[in-house]
């Protein structure tokens, strides 16, 4: 629940002076003290003193140059690293190409070498003739029906 507010005397209203004042007592009253205090803080025993403003530090100004020395290095070197590994990149592309040529090349030379036209051609160039079909004996070799492949 809250409090309610004080109520002030109407400034419009003449104030009675008809009360009768208090006697002055031994001890001074110190004039407008609040109803109520506000926490109390501690007060310093001395009171605080402020510094000259001396400008910059020559230390700050070496530090910072030395941060932005290091900043600008380090950036430095990570793009020197990014160009390092594209040339590397560029180089590995290239013999990627260059190797796959060469096995497309291979490839297309097995399969001429491997043609029954051009394997016809050198059995006749070297004396080999075809069989007759009576000499062609097929042979049944026993083991399992997958031709012996594991």
Known sequence: MSVPARTLPDP?????????????????RRPGLPARTTAARPTPSTPPQRRARRGSHHAFWIFAGVVVALLVVGVV??????VNM?????????????????????????????????????????????????????????GRRDGGRA
Do not use: C, F, K
């Open 12 to 28: 419009m209203v003449e104030p009675e002076r008809s009360r009768p004042r208090p006697e002055p007592s031994t001890h001074p």
């Open 77 to 82: 070197a990570v793009n020197a690293l990014v």
């Open 86 to 142: 594209t040339y590397q990149l560029r180089g590995v592309q290239e013999q990627v190409r260059a190797l796959s040529d060469d096995s497309e090349d291979l490839q297309i030379q097995v399969a001429h070498r491997s043609s029954p036209s051009r394997v016809a051609a050198w059995a006749d160039e070297h004396g080999m003739i075809l069989p007759a079909s009576e000499d062609v004996v097929p042979l049944a070799v026993p």
